[in-house]
Structure formats: C-alpha cells, structure tokens
C-alpha cells in the first residue's frame, strides 16, 4: 500500500489476534502505523504483531483481558511508555454467543456483555484520556448491524451491540472539545473465525452445512457475499484519518446493504 497516512502514529487495537481486529492492525502497520496488539490469546497476538513488524513498523504485543480493568490500564501505559502517544484505539475485541431467550444461562450473558460491552468500555476509559491531553486522536469501537437489527436467539449479542452504539455516542461528547472523536462501525456478516465457528453451530440446528448456512447468510445481502475483515479494516482507517475530523458520534453500517433491506 502507497499511502501512509499514520506514519509516526500510534494505534492499539483490542481482539487483534484475529478478524476483524487482525486486518485494522495490519492495516494500520500498512500505512505506516506503530501498533499495539492486545488480545487473550497471546501466541496469535504475537503472530498478528510479528506481521506488523515485517512492514517495517514497530509493533507490541500485550496478553489482555478486556473485561479486566487493569489489563487495559497497564497496556495502555505501557504503550505510552514505548512510543509517547496513542493516536488510535480500534475496540474490536468480542465474542459471539446466541439461545433462545428462555434458555439464555445468566453466566453466558454475563461472559459476552463482558467482553463485548464492558470491554469496549473499558478500553475507551483506558484511551479518551489520553486523546484528550493530546488534544487529537480517533476511537472506533467495532459494534455490528445487530447493534441496529435483531434475530430472535440472539438477545445478548444484540444488547451488547447496540449498547457499544449508545456507549460511542456519550465518548464522542466528552471527546469533542478536545479535537478528538469516536465512531462505531457496524460490519454484517464477515468471513471472520468467528462467524466460521458460528456456522459449524448454528448450521446443523438449521438442517445445513457450515459452508451452506454461510452461502445462505451471504444470499441474504444485496449483495450476494459476505464481507472481507480487510473491507471493515479499510473503513476503519478512513475514521482515524484526516478525511474524518469532522466526522463524530456515528454508527457506519458496513453490511453490504444488509440492513437496509
């Protein structure tokens, strides 16, 4: 890639080892990024950032628990302490679990909104200060269309998502004053291990295949795919780049039409 708009730029992405969070890492190391990888599995995470690094950035790779507190603080320090700033925090840590409502067990919803809300809470507190002493900066936070629609088993998916939509909305507030912003994007189905997990389970309860429960996914795009983690990457660089400073407090859908239709 020839353009290389972060170049002496830090960004720290959460989930990295894998998805979506993986290709914003590369992406940012692409366009000339230092990155910070955190995530809970530490031999993927180090995978993800030894790829940065043979881009010719630095990158770190930091064994984090989103839903820990201090995970995130120390990270966060940590960060600041090898290379002075953080310019970008992409949130895209998170898990998928779905049942049908009667049958949801506390623990389960308990364990997502964790990891998928508070987590991205948590990694914001970690972060919005440090844009706003700087007084620039970029959070996007990974949501989903099911932060915007809802399918029937899926309650506490859908509640996280759209709660990181709300949570989005009250930092871009508190960052506003200070030159910085925070926007969600929202991604549809995405060729991600963890929607390929998703349809080796749910694709039997259906009567399907894995492989045919993602074509029929895929059919239900106006578009007729699924996306690419390197697409929603692409979108989340344009929200930490010059183009977007006007651009705060938004929930981009990235679903192919999904949603829309």
């Known amino acids: 890639m020839d353009i290389k708009r972060f170049t002496y730029q830090v960004a720290m992405i959460t989930g990295a080892a894998s998805g979506i969070g993986r290709a914003c890492a590369l992406r940012f190391a692409q366009e000339g990024a230092n990155v910070a990888c955190l995530d809970f599995d530490a031999a993927r995470n180090e995978e993800a950032a030894a790829e940065c690094r043979a881009l010719g950035v630095d990158a770190l790779a930091f064994k984090c628990d989103v839903s820990k ?13 090898a290379w002075g700033r953080i310019d970008v925090l992409v949130a895209a840590a998170g898990i998928y679990s779905g049942s049908p409502l009667a049958e949801v ?6 364990r997502l909104i964790d990891i998928n809300l508070t987590g991205v809470f948590l990694s914001n507190q970690a972060v919005a200060p440090v844009l706003m ?32 939509i709300g949570l989005t909305r009250s930092v871009a507030m508190e960052l506003a004053p200070f030159g910085a912003t925070c926007n969600a994007v929202c991604p549809g189905n995405t060729l991600t291990d963890m929607v390929r997990n998703v349809a080796a389970i749910v694709g039997p309860q259906d ?3 894995a492989a045919e429960w993602l074509q029929a996914r895929a059919n239900e795009c106006p578009m007729k795919r699924m996306a690419e ?4 990457a692409g979108v989340v660089a344009f929200l930490a ?17 999904m949603v829309m239709s």
């Not at 995130?72 to 302490?81: G, K, R």
């Not at 067990?105 to 308990?110: D, F, G, K, V, Y």
């Not at 006007?246 to 981009?252: C, F, M, S, V």
């Open 133 to 164: 002493q700087q007084r620039a900066g970029s959070i996007i936070n990974i949501s989903s269309m099911a932060g915007k629609t809802s399918w029937p088993a899926s309650a506490e998916y859908s509640a996280s998502k759209s709660g990181v």
């Open 207 to 209: 009567g399907l295949t």
């Open 105 to 110: 067990p506390l623990p389960q919803w308990q």
């Open 241 to 257: 780049s010059p183009d977007s400073r006007y651009l705060t407090g938004q929930a981009i859908e990235v679903d192919g039409g």
């Open 69 to 81: 507190r201090d995970d995130l603080q120390q990270a966060a320090a940590a960060v600041l302490e």
């Open 229 to 232: 983690p390197w697409e929603i």
